[in-house]
């Protein structure tokens, strides 16, 4: 199994995913606005609500710019 096999499973399951829009209650993917991205970042966290969950993404909004150089290197 290649690379490429290992991660393009799990991109297959997220692009099959259904999420309801909050502004008009809409099905729609959960990979919706990102099809021409060279990158996607997908962050699975367990729970939402969970204090640790929300201090996580918190971090990561707050390191964006960072995040976002590395990815260009």
Do not use: H
Request: with cysteine; proline share 3%; hydrophobic share 40%.
């Amino acid at each position: 199994m290649t690379n490429a096999t290992i991660l393009e499973k799990p991109y297959s399951i997220f692009k099959q995913t259904q999420r309801k829009r909050v502004s008009d209650g809409k099905m729609v993917s959960v990979l919706s606005g990102c099809e021409n991205v060279g990158r996607t970042l997908m962050i699975v966290l367990p729970q939402l609500g969970d204090f640790d969950t929300l201090e996580y993404a918190w971090w990561l909004q707050r390191k964006w710019d960072f995040i976002e150089i590395i990815t260009l290197l």
